[in-house]
């Protein structure tokens, strides 16, 4: 999963299995903060996906996190930038 952090940070989040939730029909991310709102690594994550209306959130389990260079994301396709 890619993620855009202010106007111009991107990470790739590596998840620990395949996360199904993210290829339903309309996914929708869940993130719930305990304690501190700040994120540093790959285990701060309390990721869920919701995907599709009505459907139960299941949790996503994030493996790594890593920041994007420059290059990284020029190369993303646009349909993929978030």
Not at 30 to 51: P, Q
Not at 62 to 77: D, F, G, I, N
Request: glycine share 6%; aromatic share 8%; charged share 20%.
């Amino acid at each position: 999963m890619i993620i855009r952090v202010g106007l111009k940070d991107y990470y790739r989040l590596d998840m620990a299995s395949t996360c199904y939730g993210l290829t339903g029909v309309d996914p929708h991310l869940v993130t719930t903060f305990h304690g501190s709102d700040t994120i540093c690594n790959a285990l701060d994550w309390d990721l869920k996906v919701v995907s599709s209306p009505g459907s139960p959130p299941v949790a996503c389990i994030v493996k790594t996190m890593t920041k994007m260079t420059p290059e990284e994301v020029a190369a993303l396709p646009k349909k993929f930038k978030p």
